[in-house]
């Protein structure tokens, strides 16, 4: 299990900051253009190396991301339960629910 924390985060500088990185690699020559791909943006993300989220739990009742993570939660499940209501038979009925779901990734 992976387990992720983000404090004063946000998404769309994670995302900035990203680029910016390889943008840099191509103006150094260290990089192509035409080799940019969905795989060296996520290995430029600060999540580099972890698997993206495959279940996320909202508890604060916003339905929205609120800039979390949104490169990486874009094929996630959610599900919604306050904060501090949410209980351990909540989480193991989340993981049951989850399991159940069948999962549709888009096209590449």
Known sequence: ITFNIALNYGGRDEIVRAVKKIAQKVEYKELKVEDINEDMISQNLYTAGEP?????????????????????????????????????????????????????????
């Open 52 to 108: 993206d989220p495959d279940l996320v739990i909202r508890t604060s009742g916003e339905i929205r991301l609120s800039n979390f993570l949104p490169w990486q939660v874009v094929y996630s499940e959610f599900v919604q339960k306050y904060w501090p209501d949410f209980s351990e038979a909540d989480l193991d009925e989340a993981i049951i629910e989850y399991q159940k779901r069948t999962r549709k990734f888009g096209a590449n």
